[in-house]
């Protein structure tokens, strides 16, 4: 496609940009994170940890695909407010509140309040994802013996025990 026939559609890059960000969104980032997502929250787990590594090797194998797409909105949302209000605006639409009572009820959850549970798991798992998939991978990757799962397992422990409630002494 020419530029020409581009601008006739679009009056600038930013416009631009920002059309193709809202597809990005709403086709692809929520298609990821729903993808498989029902038929984990469906199964029975033991503890919480558990849940938590079904879940995020579910979700790991769904970023892999999804990396060029996480790497623009990574570099985009520090400079533009309308991207982050769409994206606020399609995240407030998950129900993540009621999956953390769900799991509270099926005695999984912690005594914090379902959306600081909800809130603290998407930025630790954010700051994995990012520093291990998006911003240092070939760090990682040179670690004599680094193993992508057992990397994962660890962060999902360090997790549940930072998010488990424990008993005053």
């Known amino acids: 496609v020419s530029e020409g026939t581009i601008f006739k559609h679009f009056s600038s890059k930013r416009e631009l940009m920002l059309s193709l960000i809202d597809i990005i969104i709403n086709e692809m980032l929520l298609t990821l994170f729903y993808t498989g997502l029902p038929e984990i929250l469906s199964k029975e ?76 798991l998407v930025a630790c798992f954010g700051g994995f994802v990012q520093t291990r998939y998006i911003l240092m991978p070939e760090y990682f990757q040179k670690i004599p013996g680094y193993n992508r799962e057992a990397d994962m397992i660890s962060f999902i422990k360090f997790v549940v025990r930072g998010l488990s409630p424990k008993e005053e002494s």
Request: aromatic content about 6%; glycine content about 6%; hydrophobic content about 45%.
């Open 45 to 120: 787990y033991d503890d919480l940890e558990d849940f938590l590594i079904v879940l995020a090797r579910n979700r790991l194998q769904l970023v892999e695909k999804g990396i060029p797409i996480f790497k623009i909105l990574i570099q985009e949302l520090p400079f533009h407010q309308e991207i982050r209000d769409m994206l606020r605006e399609k995240v407030s639409k998950i129900p993540l509140a009621e999956m953390a009572k769900d799991l509270s009820i099926r005695g999984m959850g912690s005594q914090k309040p379902g959306g600081e549970v909800i809130m603290t």
